[in-house]
């Protein structure tokens, strides 16, 4: 007759050694499926998504009502940017327009968004930024950008360009967030029709 502890008198330690053949079964199938792996240290930077957005802007600009920007940045060397993303979206409501966004890797390693529109600032501000209000302001050049986020999170610059409101957000430091305003504010507009 074997031996069974009543439920009651069961401890963590039971509750650990009942869990760790399924932790083990679950890190062996992982790694067959080579989808974990070990480095002594600490995380490594995946392959960044091959996307681009030379051809998405291009294509934003022939098909929206507003002038679409494609910012000059480096995308080679140290100092790379590597767009990784983009999409389309559409601000609903009072002060709503058609968004464009592009996503890139700053050299950092960071990500860095780049959302140009025809909403208005504060609708465009709402729909990324939700509840939270402009913090003050930065000068790049002679353009203002209006600084939107709380301490702790990751902060979103607004800039009115008359025709199209331009939102840089993400983890990079103020020089990420400087060289993305200017090489946005150096850009011409894409033209509207494909070139010949």
């Not at 199938?29 to 998504?49: D, L, R, V």
């Not at 002038?67 to 983009?86: E, F, I, Q, Y």
């Amino acid at each position: 007759m074997s031996y069974q502890k009543p439920r009651t008198q069961h401890d963590y330690k039971d509750l650990f050694w009942s869990l760790l053949p399924l932790v083990l079964i679950c890190l062996v199938i992982a790694g067959i499926a080579s989808q974990c792996t070990f480095s002594a240290k600490g995380p490594t930077q995946g392959q960044i998504p091959n996307f681009d957005a030379k051809a998405a802007l291009t294509d934003d600009a022939r098909t929206l009502s507003f002038p679409v920007r494609l910012p000059a940045l480096p995308d080679n060397g140290p100092g790379k940017w590597t767009p990784n993303s983009g999409s389309h979206d559409t601000i609903v409501g009072a002060g709503g327009g058609a968004v464009s966004t592009v996503g890139f890797i700053s050299p950092q390693g960071t990500y860095m968004q780049l959302t140009q529109t025809n909403a208005t600032e504060d609708a465009l501000a709402k729909k990324i930024m939700g509840n939270q209000y402009a913090s003050g302001t930065e000068q790049v050049g002679d353009r203002k950008w209006v600084v939107y986020g709380d301490p702790g999170s990751e902060p979103a610059w607004i800039t009115d360009f008359g025709d199209v409101r331009v939102l840089i957000k993400g983890a990079g430091n103020h020089d990420i967030f400087t060289t993305l305003a200017t090489a946005v504010d150096n850009a011409q507009p894409l033209p509207k029709k494909a070139q010949q």
